[in-house]
Each structure stands twice: as structure tokens, then as C-alpha cells.
């Protein structure tokens, strides 16, 4: 009790505050998303995310390169499918020539050490904009589970570190687990986005890819932002089925979901701060309403704090010079 216990006893100088710190942000928490697009010298800015482009191959292996040189580890890559090149089915998905598999080999030829995780769903190949096959306005499960398996072993075999099912299927974890184990690559490994709601923060995105659905909506695959429980469900279904490392998205709207899974599970889990979250800082910035680095850190550290060990931000470049 007070005069005995003072709490701003630890507050008074830097380097107190330092040494009772809780939670710390490094340049090695960071993942950062990337867009490619086909041709040469292109690099197209995406108007509701000031400071993203769509790249294309060549200005992708630049920027990999200055990337890893301000010591980011990870990159998370989706790419911009031509509308001729889309059908129902992601046919072009399993393409060994599509553009993901161009751009993984080129990532992994030129910076090999980055650590490259690819995009697995339908959306951006599908004629519907949805994230698995559509028949009669629905959207089919398992049959979209076995083109999701034969993608993610394309971009294994371009030589993907990790892949990242973003399409919220039910079992298909285990089926892209046992696919690669088959194929030997027992080494690939799975970052699952588990706990991925029906948010409407992925507009910016989906206009960076031209993937919006075409009808409805996502919430029969997506979760329903009013559940908490459901998150850890998917969850531990997961990792049962061989995810190793898990993911709750979008962020800060989502940092309780965080705190109930780390309490819950042992493997590490990413954090993905989506498009909309970077929009409206920026937006908020460019009105001269917040100031942006300041705000930026505060958030990146809320999801250290809430117990996130990986952070997939459109930010890493920015807070990595502000780290440096
Ligand atoms: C595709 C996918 C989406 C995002 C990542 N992968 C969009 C969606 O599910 O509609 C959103 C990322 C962001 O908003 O930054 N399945």
C-alpha cells in the first residue's frame, strides 16, 4: 500500500523502464507480405496501402535483397493472377510455371537465406474471387482440400520454406501434411492461418490483387468475429493435424484471441496486422491526426505483448529502420 509500494518507482529513467520491460520488438519478429505481378520493371502502387506495390520479378529480387539487408527474416508472398488465367478450380494454382513458383525460385536463387512463405487459397486463381471451389453458389470443401494440397506441394517443390494456408478449409492441414511427407519433403514446413475471421479489414488486399468475391461473401469458411472459443477449436485442430505454427488475423481487433491461444498452445503463433489496419494508420498519418512511427511501434509491441511471437506486417521495412 501506498507509501510503501510506489508503482512509478520504476517508471523514473529510461533505463529503469528498460530493465523492467516485459515485452521487446526485434527486426526478427517481423514477416513482411509482398505483391507480385507479371512483367518487367513494374511496380504499381496499391492506392488504400500507401508505400505497397505490385512488383515484378526483377524489382522483387531488389527488394528481397535490401529486405534481408535491413535483417528481415521472412517475407510472405501473393501474387496478382491474370483474370485470362482464372477459373474456377485455381487451375493455374498448380501451374510449375505460374508466377509463385517463378517467384519463390527467384526469391530462394538470389537471397536464399530469406525465409520464403507462400500464399496457399484459391482466391487470387479463382473466377469467383472465392477461396475454394464454387458449385450451385456453394463453396465445396473437399474437393478444394486436394487443389490446395497439389499447390502447396508446387510451391514446396519451387522451394517454398514454409506454406500458408489461408483459406480456412476444414482438413487441410493434414492433407497438405501428408502430401509433402509423401513427396519427401519432410522438411517444408506449415504456417497455418487457424483463427482467420470474416473480417471486412482485407478490403485494401483485396483490391491489391483484383481477388474481392465475385458473389456473397466469406463467413461459411471464415470465422465469425463474435467467437473467442471457436479460435482456439481451429486452433488445436490444427496443430493436431500438423501445423507448425499458427496464426490469428487480423490483429489488434484480434489481440484477445491471441492471449487465449498462447495461454493454450505451445508452438509459436504470427500475428497478421492486415491491410485495413495499415490503411487506417496511414490514412490517420496523412491527416496529420496520429503520429504514425509512434503509433506504428505501440501496436507492433501489442501483439508481442499479447503473447504473438511472429508479426506479419506491410510495416517491417518502416519499423525495421526505426529498430536499426
Ligand atoms: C487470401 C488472403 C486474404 C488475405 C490474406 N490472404 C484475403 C481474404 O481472405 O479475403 C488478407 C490480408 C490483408 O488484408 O492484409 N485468402
Request: charged letters at 25%; proline letters at 5%; glycine letters at 6%.
Amino acid at each position: 500500500m501506498h507509501p510503501n509500494q510506489r508503482n512509478r518507482r520504476l517508471r523514473q529513467s529510461p533505463a529503469i523502464r528498460q530493465l523492467v520491460s516485459e515485452s521487446q520488438l526485434t527486426v526478427n519478429d517481423m514477416m513482411l507480405p509482398l505483391f507480385v505481378t507479371e512483367g518487367t520493371q513494374v511496380k504499381e502502387p496499391i492506392s488504400a496501402m500507401p508505400g505497397c506495390y505490385r512488383l515484378s520479378l526483377d524489382l522483387l529480387q531488389e527488394e528481397v535483397k535490401s529486405v534481408s539487408d535491413m535483417g528481415i527474416k521472412a517475407l510472405l508472398l501473393f501474387v496478382m493472377v491474370d483474370d485470362a488465367l482464372k477459373d474456377n478450380k485455381g487451375t493455374e494454382a498448380l501451374n510449375p510455371e505460374g508466377l509463385m513458383q517463378r517467384a519463390v525460385r527467384k526469391v530462394k536463387t538470389t537471397t536464399p537465406e530469406m525465409v520464403v512463405m507462400t500464399d496457399v487459397a484459391l482466391d487470387p486463381y479463382s473466377s469467383y474471387g472465392h477461396d475454394g471451389i464454387v458449385e450451385k453458389g456453394k463453396i465445396l470443401n473437399d474437393p478444394t482440400v486436394e487443389v490446395l494440397a497439389q499447390m502447396a506441394l508446387s510451391h514446396a517443390q519451387a522451394g517454398a520454406d514454409f506454406v500458408a494456408p489461408s483459406d480456412m478449409m476444414d482438413g487441410r492441414i493434414q492433407k497438405i501434411r501428408t502430401v509433402l511427407e509423401s513427396a519427401g519433403l519432410t522438411d517444408t514446413g506449415i504456417m497455418s492461418y487457424s483463427a482467420k475471421y470474416a473480417s471486412a479489414f482485407y478490403g485494401p488486399f483485396r483490391e491489391a490483387l483484383d481477388s474481392a468475391p465475385g458473389f456473397g461473401d466469406k463467413k461459411t469458411y471464415q470465422m465469425d468475429p463474435a467467437n473467442r472459443l471457436e479460435a482456439l477449436t481451429e486452433t488445436l485442430r490444427d496443430i493436431e493435424e500438423g501445423a507448425d505454427m499458427v496464426m490469428v488475423k487480423p490483429g489488434l481487433a484480434y489481440l484477445d484471441i491471441i492471449r487465449d491461444i498462447r495461454e493454450n498452445v505451445e508452438v509459436p503463433i504470427a500475428a497478421y496486422q492486415v491491410s485495413g489496419e495499415y490503411a487506417m494508420l496511414k490514412a490517420a498519418a496523412d491527416k496529420g491526426w496520429l503520429d504514425h512511427d509512434a503509433v506504428m511501434m505501440e501496436q507492433l509491441l501489442a501483439f508481442k505483448r499479447a503473447g504473438a511471437n511472429l508479426i506479419a506486417t506491410y510495416h517491417a521495412k518502416e519499423a525495421a529502420q526505426l529498430l536499426a
